[in-house]
């Protein structure tokens, strides 16, 4: 019986697949009964719908990336305003703790470029990584323990209290359980400049 249920199921695939292959969704009979001059026809047709439906997928694509582009400059924009003094979207996740990611010893150190007052961190993180869920980051103003915050395993942004005058801020994991960044902004003012973007240790 499962057999039998197989090779039908086999054959209407097959017989959509058919149908597929035909211009202008026709069938085979359809296709069967026409002259090839009449076949050559739809096959030119079909190669113009085909080619308006890719410009307007690509007007669509181009639609929906400029949306986004105008959305994240909006958003830019709103955190500047809200006193956003450095902003770190890593072209790879940042990966700490762990046997994969270098275990409790790995930390990420964020020059801030400037001795800064930082008021507080948004970090889009997940805990979504090898087959422990309990991650915990550990965050520092320098050498000045700043606060705890345990990452969801899910990908979602954090946000974490600072409230320091710090040249660095350094992220830390607790125990031996893996997490992710994948996009930092930290907020404050500065008073004077420097260089370095993120250093990443790992021993």
Partial sequence: MRYIRFVLLAALAMLLCACARNPLGMTDDEWQGLSSEQQMVAREKQAKLDIEQQKLDEERRARVAAAEAAKREEQHRNDLAAGMILEIVPQTPICLGGSRCGG????????????????????????????????????????QFAERVDIK???????????????????????????????????????????????????
């Fill in 104 to 143: 409790i010893d790995s930390r990420v150190i964020l020059p801030l470029k400037a001795l800064a007052s930082v008021d507080y961190i948004q970090f889009l993180a997940d805990d979504n990584i090898g087959d422990k869920h309990d991650a915990v980051a550990h965050f520092y103003a320098d050498d």
């Fill in 153 to 203: 395993k899910i990908r979602q942004w954090h946000e974490v209290f600072i409230g320091k005058t710090a040249r660095n801020i350094i992220i830390r994991p607790e125990g031996d359980d893996e997490l992710r960044i994948y996009h930092i902004k930290i907020f404050g003012q500065k008073h004077d400049s420097g260089n370095e973007q993120f250093i990443i240790i790992r021993k």
